[in-house]
């Protein structure tokens, strides 16, 4: 269904025909279509990898789930790799996408202040779908707090005292 | 997430409503015999211990399915007569007094047979002469809804009034909203939570990881299934853990259990997604 939408569909909001009275249409933006038809980072990593921290969210309203994964460079605390794997509508597919994007080569601290409302209006999600956006954002928190939550385990099962700092980035 | 919703009412009702808070005190405006302490009583084991604002819409018909308006009915309309809007209506066309009752809704009048402007208080369970259970075993939902619509299609108004012709249009969209509702359990579910203020938050989001590693590992099985055989057997096993679900949401709803009925309405949603891609793919 959403293929056929997209298909017919490719059209951004400043192009719809002006009207005497305008019935707004929801089209998807091509941004949406796009990375539903070039998905972006789609996959898996091990979960049991150190360097890799999971996060699995759902929207039990609309039935999506979406996971995302992040590989963090031990040493800088940069992330240099992430995928993911979203069930769900096409919002939710192309909002995890995105995500995916944003946090590549950035720090753990810094992915954790990005925003549902800057997902949102990257993608011209309609106000019904601003919901996906929040979810994308969700996993992103999820990802890094497994991540940390698993380097204090390691740290603490080999007996280092964690000094890293990192703690504190937690939001 | 809970959210309670609101309703829109005539300005008398509201008055009403807040002046008379308790199911019985509603009616004593109204001079009724003794007869209506038994049925007031017989009233209040069927109703919830909690009462919130959706419910006094109820009061009307439910008061009139006990049946014994017939004895008090004249006298009913003859007093204050927009409180007696909400009990009993009227006919626009014909102004013949409809007594509804749990059986019979108010949606066409049976004297002139004109088609009524849609009433919001009269919810689906109502307009199908349902009680309020989740349980619809044994009931004939398409053969009430086929009977319906024979009254109420706007096809078969093409001969009356537009005023008439919008109305009939109304109902049977509202008739049809009503069916679909009812007979899937998921949307039965939730309707019956939405009548008792309990809405589905959208922007919820949840990370229970048990839920939802089964629910990526299941649509990641759909995914990768190339035979119908697989995809069948998915199927039926989401069917049943579909209706185990249902059977607790019963339960829990029974015992005005929330918490756990939202979680039967979680997982009931999760099931259902993933029946609707194996469906898709079969």
């Known amino acids: 269904m959403l293929r056929v939408a997209a298909k017919r569909l490719f059209v951004t909001p400043s192009t719809a025909p002006s009207q005497a009275v305008r019935v707004l249409p929801r089209f998807y933006h091509e941004r949406v279509v796009d990375h539903y038809n070039n998905p972006r980072n789609v996959g898996s990593f091990d979960k049991n990898d150190p360097t890799v921290g999971t996060g699995l969210v759902g929207a039990p309203a609309c039935g999506d789930v979406m996971k995302l994964q992040i590989k963090v460079d031990e040493k800088t605390g940069k992330i240099v790799d992430a995928r993911f794997k979203t069930f769900g509508c096409g919002s939710a597919i192309a909002s995890s996408s995105v995500a995916t994007e944003w946090v590549k080569g950035k720090q753990m601290e810094e992915v954790l202040t990005i925003k549902n409302t800057e997902i949102a209006k990257h993608l011209s999600l309609p106000p019904v779908k601003l919901h996906c956006s929040m979810l994308a954002e969700d996993a992103i928190k999820a990802a890094v707090k497994d991540y940390e939550a698993k380097r204090s385990k390691t740290t603490s099962a080999n007996g280092e005292e964690t000094a890293t700092g990192d703690k504190a980035a937690t939001a | ?282």
């Open chain 2, 1 to 282: 997430m809970l959210k309670k919703k609101n309703t829109t009412t005539t300005t008398l009702f509201n008055i009403l409503r807040h002046t008379t808070p308790s199911v019985p005190k509603q009616h004593s405006p109204l001079t009724f015999s003794s007869h209506s302490n038994s049925h007031f009583l017989h009233k209040s084991l069927q109703s919830p211990p909690f009462s919130p604002k959706d419910r006094s819409f109820h009061n009307p018909t439910w008061f009139y399915s006990f049946g014994y308006l017939t004895f008090d009915g004249k006298r009913l309309y003859s007093k204050s007569a927009e409180s007696v809007k909400e009990r009993s209506s009227r006919c626009w066309n014909c102004h013949a007094v409809h007594e509804s009752t749990a059986a019979a809704p108010f949606l066409v009048c049976d004297s002139c047979r004109c088609i009524q402007p849609v009433d919001d208080s009269v919810d689906y369970f109502e307009i199908f002469g349902l009680s309020k259970k989740y349980d619809l075993e044994g009931v004939n939902l398409e053969g009430k809804y086929k009977d319906w619509q024979k009254k109420l299609h706007p096809d078969l108004v093409h001969s009356k009034s537009q005023k008439e012709r919008d109305f009939a249009a109304e109902q049977s969209a509202r008739v049809i909203d009503a069916y679909r509702t009812l007979s899937k359990p998921l949307s039965r579910a939730i309707y019956m939570m939405k009548l008792d203020g309990v809405e589905v938050d959208e922007e919820q989001t949840i990370s229970d990881p048990e839920l939802l590693a089964e629910i990526m590992e299941i649509r990641e099985e759909v995914e990768e299934a190339t035979d119908s055989e697989s995809l069948k057997q998915i199927l039926s096993k989401m069917e049943e853990n579909l209706k185990s679900w249902s059977n607790t949401f019963a339960t829990a709803f029974q015992s005005r259990n929330f918490e756990e009925a939202q979680e039967s309405i979680r997982r009931m949603t999760y099931y259902s997604r993933v029946i609707d891609e194996v469906v898709k793919k079969l």
